[in-house]
């Protein structure tokens, strides 16, 4: 689970301005940390299928973000996925 340090610190790391708490790049940057935390979760638990729903759910959602981005602007895009390391 995310706390509440570690949140504000990926909204303040990825927010287009002093007030932006919802916009792709924020949202992704979430989903991406909590993705890795899921993953470091099944390594000790292999048989939580429940967990594994919802970590295929952010999967795909955090997949359409990014499609979103990239129709809307390729540049803001482009230094998200460099930045976050997403894509090689």
Do not use: W
Request: net charge positive; aromatic share 4%.
């Amino acid at each position: 689970m995310l706390t509440k340090e570690l949140k504000s610190k990926i909204i303040e790391d990825n927010q287009l301005s002093p007030t932006d708490s919802g916009s792709p790049e924020v949202q992704v940057a979430l989903m991406t940390e909590r993705i890795n935390q899921l993953i470091n979760h099944f390594q000790i638990h292999k048989k939580d299928y429940s967990s594994r729903r919802g970590l295929m759910k952010l999967v795909g959602q955090r997949k359409r973000l990014l499609e979103y981005l990239k129709e809307t602007d390729k540049e803001r895009y482009q230094k998200l996925i460099a930045k976050l390391n997403l894509r090689k």
